[in-house]
């Protein structure tokens, strides 16, 4: 079993930064993808930014050039550095892990992004 626990979320002004993290814990051999997903009331959940193997990333239009994603692969954590927050960006924020050996990926429990001023 695979564990994922998100962390960083919180209220910030318009412009400002937030890091999210996401840790992974459990039976863990090797992590082929880590991903962000993002969720607002009513709206469909949608991919915010993902990460390989090979340090691959991609980034939806909406946050390129202001979102950064990352990793620590000694410590099983992915990060998503969020620059110049807009209201837009108010959402639940989830990581997904795509593990080796696995069929189906591993969610966290989401953190709640709120801009507002």
């Known amino acids: 079993q695979v564990q994922l626990v998100e962390s960083g979320g919180g209220l910030v002004q318009p412009g400002g930064s937030l890091r999210l993290s996401c840790v992974a814990s459990?039976?863990?051999?090797?992590?082929?993808?880590w991903g962000w997903y993002r969720q607002a009331p009513g709206k469909q959940r949608e991919l915010v930014g993902s990460?390989?193997?090979?340090?691959?990333?991609y980034y939806a239009d909406s946050v390129k050039g202001r979102f950064t994603i990352s990793r620590d692969n000694a410590k099983n954590t992915v990060y998503l550095e969020m620059n110049n927050l807009k209201p837009e960006d108010t959402a639940v924020y989830y990581c997904?892990?795509?593990?080796?050996?696995?069929?189906?990926?591993?969610w966290g429990q989401g953190t709640q992004v709120t801009v507002s001023s």
């Open positions: 997904k892990a795509t593990v080796l050996g696995r069929s189906a990926d591993y």
């Open positions: 459990g039976s863990i051999f090797s992590i082929n993808a």
């Open positions: 990460i390989t193997r090979g340090a691959s990333r």
